[in-house]
């Protein structure tokens, strides 16, 4: 099976999460386009959806599916996305696409996160893939310095030449080569950081259910 198909398999599956008559938040990513293409099948089914970002907004409205302003939401019971790296506990790396602050935000609200992977995403131990931190942009030097006391080789993403720029006007920093040992110690810690927006480590907060897309089909971890 590709990497496709096994992301096709998870956004299926996850479907049977969206709960009829109520509102869905909806992640950001390659697996959570598959998922927002799956949706819209049931769209008349659902109330409205809340969006992690303009990319995933844009998808949803052309597929006819209203999105709603967070601040006009009170109750979601799903919010579904994917992971750059879940460990077996829950814990998960996101922000591969520059989404973090709004994915954080929006799962925040939610009763359950639900996240959506292909088998290769599952790790021992997170940091691997390189963190990502979102951080206002007249910081960025200092938060990179801080960045490498604490953790070491923290490198402003980049795009075209240019450092990218979120859906919030902030800039990434990646924190390479890591092997984390407390996820939610370390999220605490760059949390601390001052010009810090966010970081993409959810530990505190982690996934509730994972859905794992593997040649044997979807296995369901629940955390
Ligand atoms: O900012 C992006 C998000 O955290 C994504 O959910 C994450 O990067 C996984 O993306 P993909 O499904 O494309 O691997």
């Known amino acids: 099976m590709t990497q496709d198909e096994l992301k ?4 299926q599956a996850a479907i049977s999460y969206v709960v009829e008559g109520e509102i869905v938040g909806v992640g950001t990513g390659s697996t959570a386009n598959f998922f927002i293409d799956e949706l819209a099948k049931i769209k008349h089914k659902i109330k409205a959806a ?14 006819g599916i209203e999105v709603l302003d967070l601040n006009d939401v009170t109750s979601m019971p799903v919010y579904i996305d994917g992971a750059d790296e879940i460990t077996a506990s ?29 088998g290769s995403k599952l790790v ?24 490498n006391d604490i953790a070491g080789d923290a490198r402003l993403r980049m795009k075209d030449g240019q450092a990218l720029i979120t859906d919030n006007g902030n800039v990434i920093v990646d924190v390479h080569g890591l092997q984390i040992e ?37 296995k369901t971890l629940t955390f």
């Open 90 to 118: 829950g814990a998960m790396i996101k922000g591969g696409g520059a989404a973090l602050t709004r994915e954080k935000i929006v799962a925040s609200v939610a009763k359950q996160f639900i996240c959506i992977a292909d």
């Open 8 to 11: 096709l398999a998870v956004a």
């Open 124 to 147: 021992e131990k997170l940091g691997g893939f390189p963190l990502p931190v979102e951080v206002i942009p007249m910081a960025r030097e200092s938060v990179i310095r801080a960045l």
């Open 50 to 63: 809340v969006a992690s970002s303009e990319a995933t907004a844009a998808r949803l409205r052309g597929h």
């Open 182 to 218: 407390d996820p939610q110690e370390l999220e605490r810690k760059i949390n601390n950081i001052v010009g810090v927006v966010t970081v993409g480590l959810f530990a505190q907060q982690g996934a509730n259910v994972c859905l794992l897309g593997t040649p044997d089909g979807v």
